[in-house]
């Protein structure tokens, strides 16, 4: 019988990190977390990358601070271009009704 991923939250991940920090020999870390030494080099890279934004959770993207400033410069593009839509078919209409 197969034997079910197992599944760490962010806290666990990230206190990993935090002590793989500190230590000098992380494998033998690794081996008192219970987890295997490559995981805690791959945790270790991520949280490198993304920082306070590693290890979202299910379902969540893992951005960098300028992807998520992209992103949200996005959205308010998209707003705003459905806005002006809005507002070019108001017009319209008035127009439409004053003649």
Not at 17 to 34: D, F, K, M, P, T
Not at 56 to 75: A, D, H, S, V
Request: no cysteine; proline share 2%; hydrophobic share 35%.
């Amino acid at each position: 019988m197969k034997k079910g991923r197992k599944l760490y939250d962010s806290a666990f991940k990230s206190k990993a990190v935090a002590l793989s920090n500190e230590r000098a020999n992380i494998s033998e870390l690794a081996r008192e977390l219970g987890i295997k030494v490559t995981l805690l080099y791959k945790w270790r890279k991520e949280h490198e990358k993304f920082g306070e934004g590693s290890f979202p959770g299910n379902g969540t993207l893992k951005l960098t601070p300028e992807q998520e400033k992209i992103r949200l410069l996005e959205k308010q593009l998209k707003d705003a271009e459905l806005e002006r839509d809005i507002l070019k078919k108001a017009i319209s209409i008035f127009s439409k009704s004053d003649r």
